[in-house]
């Protein structure tokens, strides 16, 4: 016995596949990586002493964040730059920050052949920093990114990081 699909739902070959005409897939870098846990997307973002977002980048999960650091570092203001571990490298981060008369609060990484003094006790205020981006995950739409580009995703961070310096 065989059975026939309906008309309507067997395979058009000469339609198109929607009504207008689709842009190319590729080319564009859409800031998702594949990490362990699957596709990713890493907001590198300075915060200002008080916790709020000042500014704002994308790069993919697999990128490192010395990435987002070489897009953000030239534009912070600060005098004093708290950041973690991943943000220690001398000519990337350290020796940038030292030229342009900052002080960098970044604790070495334990496989570091000369390992540096740092300041816990101004280290500690980096809550703020994680503090930001729970307010900013608060967010469903960018504690799950729903949005396909780039563009739009870096939008709906900008509407939030608005949101929370308008509270």
């Known amino acids: 016995m065989w059975i026939m699909k309906p008309p309507c739902l067997l ?44 500014g704002c980048t994308l790069t993919g999960g697999a990128a490192s964040e010395l990435v987002g650091a070489d897009r953000l570092l030239p534009a912070i203001a600060a005098t004093t730059v708290i950041a973690a571990n991943g ?9 940038p920050l030292r030229a342009a008369g900052k002080a ?12 540096r003094d740092d300041d ?12 930001c981006f729970c307010r900013l995950k608060q967010c469903r739409a960018i504690a799950t990114r729903y949005d ?16 929370i310096l308008l509270h």
């Open 120 to 131: 816990r006790e101004l280290y500690q205020a980096r809550h703020l920093i994680e503090n």
């Open 148 to 163: 396909q580009t780039k563009r739009t995703f870096l939008a709906a961070i900008s509407c939030a990081a608005a949101t």
């Open 104 to 115: 960098a609060v970044i604790p070495p990484r334990r496989n570091r052949p000369v390992q």
């Open 11 to 54: 395979p058009r070959s000469s339609a198109p596949s929607s009504l207008g005409p689709g842009r190319a897939k590729g080319g564009d870098d859409e800031a998702i990586g594949r990490s362990r846990g699957g596709l990713r997307t890493k907001i590198p973002a300075p915060v200002d002493a008080l916790g709020n977002p000042t």
């Open 87 to 95: 943000y220690d490298a001398d000519a990337r981060v350290l020796a």
